[in-house]
């Protein structure tokens, strides 16, 4: 079967950053509701369209075409009273950015009373390098293409 719309792909990741350094890795086979529903970033999910099992591949992608330009917009300084106690730099919260969509934001300092939040991706500014290997294409399930991500063994579980 050929990657196409509506179909769940399984495959095996590798990053790494412009220098080579390895930034994260699959431990197990993740799988992803291919078509354009927002499950990976568009240039991978180009490069995998009309792909079959067995098929692999290294891009290489500028900043803007893997988590963009940082936004200084998603920097935050929060009082420390609002947040439960135990919070740690290095933590992930979720909270509304300004535009009231929900967000993930990462704890990157606590000073006294506050706490600076920023919701850019760890990997925002790079260019980065994706190895990706493809291991299973089949047919998404109705429920699949009805919430717009894989179910199953490596894809979201509810």
Do not use: C
Not at 54 to 63: E, K, Q, R, V
Not at 97 to 124: M, Q, R
Not at 125 to 151: C, I, M, N, P, Y
């Amino acid at each position: 079967m050929k990657i196409g719309k509506d179909t769940v792909v399984t495959m095996t990741y590798k990053v790494l950053n412009a220098q080579g350094k390895t930034l994260d890795q699959s431990q197990e086979p993740t799988a992803y509701l291919h078509g354009g529903y927002d499950n990976t970033l568009p240039k991978i999910e180009a490069a995998l369209d009309g792909q079959e099992v067995g098929f692999g591949t290294t891009l290489n992608l500028s900043a803007a075409d893997a988590f963009g330009e940082r936004d200084e917009g998603l920097l935050k300084t929060i009082p420390k009273s609002e947040f439960p106690p135990g919070v740690k730099v290095g933590g992930q919260l979720r909270g509304l950015a300004d535009d009231g969509s929900e967000h993930v934001f990462n704890v990157l300092k606590i000073k006294g009373d506050k706490v600076l939040l920023d919701g850019n991706h760890p990997w925002v500014g790079q260019a980065l390098r994706f190895a990706l290997k493809v291991l299973e294409v089949r047919a998404a399930s109705a429920d699949e293409v009805t919430h717009r991500h894989a179910h199953g063994a490596h894809g979201h579980h509810h």
